[in-house]
């Protein structure tokens, strides 16, 4: 699972998926994720801070703890993710420090993306 991570802290997150090179595709595109992969049912993905996995070996469970990715342009996140097939379940909103959405991915996840308050707001 890549490069070990400090103890205590999130190393790793995988989600089961029906189609690995969907999900690839879908947070390649979306977010520049890149991967490895290791044999047909597993790879590997990196945002260049965090590891994690997509496999095949169990069934689909959305839900399960909110993932919140950072991103500094909301609104090229949200058209990244409806040209990639997602789906927005929560609309932009602010709340102190910040603004976010929600969105659902291929396989029925539902993530968040935040950015820091725009100074003048």
Request: proline fraction near 6%; glycine fraction near 12%.
């Amino acid at each position: 699972m890549g490069i070990r991570g400090a103890d205590n802290q999130i190393d790793n997150i995988e989600f089961n998926v029906l189609d690995i090179a969907r999900s690839k595709k879908f947070y390649g595109e979306v977010f520049g994720w890149t991967f490895v992969d290791y044999g047909p049912a597993y790879t590997e993905f990196t945002d260049k801070r965090l590891t994690g996995g997509f496999t095949t070996g169990e069934p689909v469970r959305p839900g399960g703890p909110l993932i919140i990715l950072h991103c500094e342009d909301l609104t090229q996140a949200e058209t990244r993710i409806r040209n990639a097939g997602g789906h927005i379940s929560r609309e932009v909103f602010s709340f102190p420090g910040g603004r976010r959405f929600h969105f659902i991915d291929p396989d029925g996840y539902e993530l968040a993306v935040w950015s820091a308050a725009d100074p003048s707001d």
